[in-house]
């Protein structure tokens, strides 16, 4: 018989999934710390700022090129990671 918790573990490690990063182009700021972003495919998303840029209180204004990662679950949304210079 197996625990719960060997279960609980194997389910985690199938559930985990790798994001990807893409580059874009900042096109409308949002309420929220949030941003539409037109990426380099044409596609425009929804993007959240991340929690690091947040703290160290990075300012994104549009026309910003930045790196955006996304989840395989939702292309819709992504979480901006990186803004560059």
């Not at 389910?11 to 874009?24: N, P, Q, T």
């Not at 929804?46 to 910003?64: E, H, M, S």
């Not at 790196?67 to 990186?82: A, F, H, L, Q, T």
């Amino acid at each position: 018989m197996v625990s719960k918790n060997e279960t609980f573990n194997k389910i985690l490690i199938v559930a985990k999934e790798e994001g990807f990063k893409l580059k874009g182009q900042v096109t409308e700021a949002l309420p929220n710390a949030q941003f539409m972003v037109k990426l380099e495919t044409g596609q425009e998303v929804l993007g959240l700022l991340a929690g690091k840029l947040r703290v160290n209180r990075i300012t994104i204004i549009p026309g910003d090129r930045v790196d955006i990662e996304m989840s395989p679950y939702d292309i819709s949304k992504g979480r901006i990671v990186y803004r560059h210079r």
